[in-house]
């Protein structure tokens, strides 16, 4: 297996350290393309993704990223200059985020509710596509406008793919999450498209929430969800919220596919750069560990994926909530668990 | 005081009649125009809001409006067609929605924490411009767009309302939410314009959230929370979530306002017009009742608007959350506390 490593920003670089310790210790002999990539690239030479490192990048069984941004970059360069435009090259069109309540795990709702569902978020249109412009700036007269391009082709195969992900699982259940009774446009693509799907799928049932009303049910009854399907923004808004409840985003995994695997996926912990933390080996590993777990399934190592889950399971339900260890410490035990 | 009276769908018509109990209650000869709009007007007559009505509208003080919506009509056409016509044809460009978790009210979040904020939610453009269009519609090659629209003109006033709410409560603090990482236009705007206004309020603390983040601490720490300002959009979602975990949207209530008073503006509870409990007499009007105060408030009764809020919060201390009543006997006792 050949994997590029992009640590990235402030505790992107401390975790995924951990995350590679524990991939050594289950798949020994992957070969590594570290690519310095970030803040400290972009301050030393302007470029946040050369066109050349694209390039090697399709070259790549699987990509595993740590965290982007930094204070000391203009907001959105780093994000839309290097993460999302290494999603949208490589047609990372299935962002695809569990939420999942490990036993031992502290969840902020009341009561302790079971939670384990997917989010398969698109990844490569709606309101992310960058289609947006500003007019007159910086006076009275300013206009700023951002588009969501919604397109039937980009709609359909993460549809379809969320519709295989809930025929896999017990329940067979998928959400479809919008706006139709607001954004009548899109939200009309998104629900025909369902409605249309559905009939290969005749044993999945199906469900629609508006996103105003999801954020409620996730936190008043996060159990009705098995599979969600929904665009790239209400995909970002709901899967923090998922985290949260599923015992906060030092946990969340993620994974960006080009399902079609002409491109190579991308792994990534949900959590961001932290560089409140940065440094200070403070940062919890789980969530770049549990992507790798993500990216050991996607390659075929199903055995070691399962494997890395087992170890993370067991640790969440053995590890002191308050004092959980180190970065590095976390990161052994993981790894020491994973192998065994 | 001249009211409009617009009961709407479902539960709306029901929460609305023990709403005006109340009101009658704190402040009598209130006089009243009931205007019949909702599902059954549209199936009658094809309308959803005749320019006479918004003409008719104009001349009234006050707006009192239930819910709107039914699943016998398509997504949208009572959605865009007469709530959103309203709030954008009468200028509602500051969308008003407190947050508070009343003593003895049950939130779904552990521990519970202390929840006392404001969102003030702009309410006349963003993604709700209703500014999208669909291209080759039933094709494989389907293109559906929505433009958010934002302008310097309506960003500022909702900006600088939420400054001088902010500057008007004891904590003086305002947090920003949007997603500037992504939406770099709009988001640019927004926070250009929070930074601008920020030099006219300067005892006002500042903070920035993005979107997604917002959605976590409003679960894991939510009295970080005192005036939250924000898009169309991001405001629907988080208000819907900030009524979850302040006890419910049976008790969230808001106001539309131009605060420039050239139009009426418009108060409804945020909940929506729950058909499979319509009709049951099982609907919670205290929403609807703070609507009412916060109306009241408005238009400069702001002993009765107390008066009205007192007689809520004792009866949410004293009633059994598991059986409060119905909603003619929740009704009842709240006009009964308020006029006391
Ligand atoms: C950093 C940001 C661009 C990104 C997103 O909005 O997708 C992040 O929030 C995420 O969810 O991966
Ligand atoms: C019914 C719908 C159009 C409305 C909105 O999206 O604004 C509702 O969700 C609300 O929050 O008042």
Do not use: C
């Not at 996060?222 to 209400?234: A, C, E, K, M, Q």
């Amino acid at each position: 297996m050949k994997l590029a490593v992009i640590p990235g920003d402030g505790i992107g670089i401390e975790v995924i350290e951990q995350a590679l310790r524990v991939l050594d210790a289950v798949v020994p002999g992957v070969e590594k393309t570290h690519y310095d990539l970030g803040a400290a690239r972009w301050h030393r030479t302007g470029e946040t993704l050369p066109d050349s490192v694209i390039d090697e990048l399709r070259g790549q069984d699987a990509i595993l990223l740590g965290a982007v941004g930094d204070p000391s970059v203009p907001s959105g360069v780093l994000e839309r200059g290097l993460l999302l435009r290494l999603r949208f090259e490589l047609d990372h069109h299935v962002n695809l985020r569990p939420a999942k309540l490990y036993p031992g795990v502290a969840t902020p709702l009341a009561g302790e509710p079971p939670i384990d569902f997917v989010v398969v978020r698109e990844g490569t249109e709606g309101p992310y596509a960058g289609n947006g412009g500003t007019l007159r700036k910086g006076t009275p007269h300013e206009i700023a406008t951002e588009v969501s391009v919604n397109t039937a082709f980009g709609v359909e195969r993460v549809v379809r793919d969320a519709f295989g992900r809930a025929q896999a699982r017990p329940r067979k259940h998928l959400t479809l999450v919008h706006k139709t009774n607001v954004l009548t446009n899109a939200g009309d693509l998104w629900f025909r498209t369902v409605q249309a799907v559905k009939d290969e799928f005749p044993d999945v049932e199906v469900a629609y929430n508006h996103v105003d009303a999801a954020t409620i049910y996730l936190v008043t009854d996060p159990g009705r969800y098995d599979v969600i399907v929904t665009d790239n923004l209400f995909g970002d808004i709901l899967t923090d919220l998922a985290a949260a409840i599923a015992g906060g985003i030092g946990l969340a995994a993620s994974g960006n596919l080009d399902v079609s695997r002409t491109n190579p996926s991308m792994f990534e912990p949900v959590h961001g750069s932290a560089p409140d933390i940065a440094g200070q080996g403070k940062a919890d590993p789980t969530a770049a560990v549990l992507s790798v777990a993500m990216l050991l399934e996607h390659v075929g190592e199903s055995e070691a994926a399962r494997n890395v889950e087992a170890a993370v399971a067991a640790d969440l339900a053995a590890r002191d909530p308050k004092a959980p260890g180190s970065t590095a410490e976390i990161g052994e035990r993981l790894a020491k668990a994973a192998a065994e």
